[in-house]
Protein backbone atom coordinates (compact mmCIF):
# COMPACT_ATOMS: atom_id res chain seq x y z
CA UNK A 1 0.00 0.00 0.00
CA UNK A 2 1.58 3.65 -1.04
CA UNK A 3 1.96 6.56 0.92
CA UNK A 4 -0.59 8.23 -0.78
CA UNK A 5 -3.36 5.48 -0.11
CA UNK A 6 -2.48 5.30 3.34
CA UNK A 7 -2.69 9.04 4.33
CA UNK A 8 -6.36 8.94 2.39
CA UNK A 9 -7.45 5.61 4.05
CA UNK A 10 -6.41 7.78 7.32
CA UNK A 11 -8.09 11.00 6.44
CA UNK A 12 -11.26 9.13 5.65
CA UNK A 13 -11.59 7.13 8.55
CA UNK A 14 -10.90 10.57 10.33
CA UNK A 15 -13.75 12.38 8.97
CA UNK A 16 -16.30 9.64 9.11
CA UNK A 17 -15.32 9.36 13.02
CA UNK A 18 -15.83 13.17 13.37
CA UNK A 19 -19.10 12.61 11.61
CA UNK A 20 -20.33 10.22 13.89
CA UNK A 21 -18.95 11.90 16.84
CA UNK A 22 -21.17 14.95 16.02
CA UNK A 23 -24.37 12.72 15.95
CA UNK A 24 -25.37 13.59 19.91
CA UNK A 25 -28.43 14.15 22.53
CA UNK A 26 -28.79 17.53 23.71
CA UNK A 27 -30.96 19.20 26.02
CA UNK A 28 -33.04 18.16 28.98
CA UNK A 29 -32.96 14.70 28.98
CA UNK A 30 -35.62 14.02 31.23
CA UNK A 31 -37.79 14.36 28.05
CA UNK A 32 -36.13 11.08 26.04
CA UNK A 33 -38.28 8.61 27.59
CA UNK A 34 -41.54 10.02 28.14
CA UNK A 35 -44.53 10.61 25.98
CA UNK A 36 -46.99 13.20 25.62
CA UNK A 37 -49.65 11.24 27.51
CA UNK A 38 -47.18 11.04 30.46
CA UNK A 39 -46.76 14.44 30.39
CA UNK A 40 -50.70 14.82 30.33
CA UNK A 41 -50.75 12.42 33.44
CA UNK A 42 -48.62 14.11 35.50
CA UNK A 43 -48.82 17.61 35.03
CA UNK A 44 -52.62 19.07 35.79
CA UNK A 45 -53.86 22.81 34.97
CA UNK A 46 -54.76 24.44 38.05
CA UNK A 47 -53.60 21.75 40.12
CA UNK A 48 -49.71 21.45 39.59
CA UNK A 49 -47.38 23.70 40.79
CA UNK A 50 -43.84 25.24 39.54
CA UNK A 51 -42.11 23.47 42.39
CA UNK A 52 -43.94 20.06 41.45
CA UNK A 53 -42.50 20.75 37.72
CA UNK A 54 -39.36 21.33 38.72
CA UNK A 55 -39.20 17.82 40.30
CA UNK A 56 -40.19 16.09 37.92
CA UNK A 57 -38.10 17.30 34.93
CA UNK A 58 -35.69 19.52 36.66
CA UNK A 59 -35.01 22.94 35.82
CA UNK A 60 -35.68 24.29 31.98
CA UNK A 61 -33.96 25.05 29.54
CA UNK A 62 -35.06 28.43 29.24
CA UNK A 63 -37.26 30.79 31.26
CA UNK A 64 -39.07 33.36 29.98
CA UNK A 65 -42.03 36.31 30.67
CA UNK A 66 -45.00 37.39 29.34
CA UNK A 67 -45.88 41.06 29.09
CA UNK A 68 -48.27 40.46 31.95
CA UNK A 69 -45.49 38.52 34.18
CA UNK A 70 -46.34 35.53 34.06
CA UNK A 71 -43.55 32.76 34.22
CA UNK A 72 -42.82 29.75 30.84
CA UNK A 73 -40.68 27.45 31.19
CA UNK A 74 -39.40 25.60 28.07
CA UNK A 75 -37.82 22.48 28.31
CA UNK A 76 -36.27 20.60 24.92
CA UNK A 77 -34.72 17.34 23.95
CA UNK A 78 -33.25 16.73 20.55
CA UNK A 79 -32.45 13.22 19.83
CA UNK A 80 -29.56 13.13 16.83
CA UNK A 81 -28.04 9.80 17.21
CA UNK A 82 -29.81 7.77 14.16
CA UNK A 83 -27.35 7.00 11.25
CA UNK A 84 -28.59 8.83 8.09
CA UNK A 85 -26.71 6.66 4.99
CA UNK A 86 -27.00 10.00 3.15
CA UNK A 87 -24.65 11.69 5.68
CA UNK A 88 -22.14 8.58 5.17
CA UNK A 89 -22.35 8.68 1.78
CA UNK A 90 -21.72 12.49 1.46
CA UNK A 91 -18.47 12.12 4.46
CA UNK A 92 -17.08 8.97 2.08
CA UNK A 93 -17.37 11.12 -1.25
CA UNK A 94 -15.73 14.68 0.60
CA UNK A 95 -13.12 13.13 3.12
CA UNK A 96 -15.49 14.58 5.90
CA UNK A 97 -14.92 17.85 5.14
CA UNK A 98 -18.12 19.07 3.51
CA UNK A 99 -19.33 18.73 7.08
CA UNK A 100 -22.29 16.49 8.34
CA UNK A 101 -26.25 16.81 8.89
CA UNK A 102 -27.69 15.01 11.85
CA UNK A 103 -31.49 14.21 11.38
CA UNK A 104 -33.89 12.98 13.99
CA UNK A 105 -36.43 14.02 16.57
CA UNK A 106 -37.20 17.35 18.76
CA UNK A 107 -39.41 17.01 22.11
CA UNK A 108 -40.48 20.22 23.82
CA UNK A 109 -42.15 21.09 26.97
CA UNK A 110 -43.74 24.76 27.59
CA UNK A 111 -45.22 25.52 30.78
CA UNK A 112 -47.09 28.91 31.39
CA UNK A 113 -47.20 29.08 35.26
CA UNK A 114 -50.23 31.94 36.43
CA UNK A 115 -49.77 34.33 39.23
CA UNK A 116 -49.74 31.70 41.80
CA UNK A 117 -46.86 29.51 40.50
CA UNK A 118 -49.78 27.04 39.31
CA UNK A 119 -49.85 25.41 35.82
CA UNK A 120 -51.97 27.63 33.67
CA UNK A 121 -51.46 26.03 30.21
CA UNK A 122 -48.73 23.52 28.70
CA UNK A 123 -47.99 21.82 25.82
CA UNK A 124 -45.81 18.79 25.09
CA UNK A 125 -44.93 18.03 21.12
CA UNK A 126 -42.50 16.19 19.08
CA UNK A 127 -41.24 17.21 16.21
CA UNK A 128 -38.61 16.49 13.01
CA UNK A 129 -35.67 18.02 13.88
CA UNK A 130 -32.20 18.60 11.08
CA UNK A 131 -28.85 20.22 12.19
CA UNK A 132 -25.67 20.66 10.21
CA UNK A 133 -22.57 21.62 10.02
CA UNK A 134 -19.81 22.06 7.66
CA UNK A 135 -19.48 24.23 4.64
CA UNK A 136 -22.85 22.73 2.65
Known amino acids: MSFLSKLL???LVAGIALMLVGCA???????KSITEAE???K???GKTTR???RALYGSPLETK???????IWTYQYDDTTGLN????????????????KQVGD????????????????????KSPVTKGTGIF
Open 9 to 11: SRV
Open 25 to 31: NQGSTVL
Open 39 to 41: VES
Open 43 to 45: VVV
Open 51 to 53: DEV
Open 65 to 71: YTDSGLE
Open 85 to 100: PENIASAVFTLGLAGS
Open 106 to 125: RKELVVLFDENNVVKRFNMS
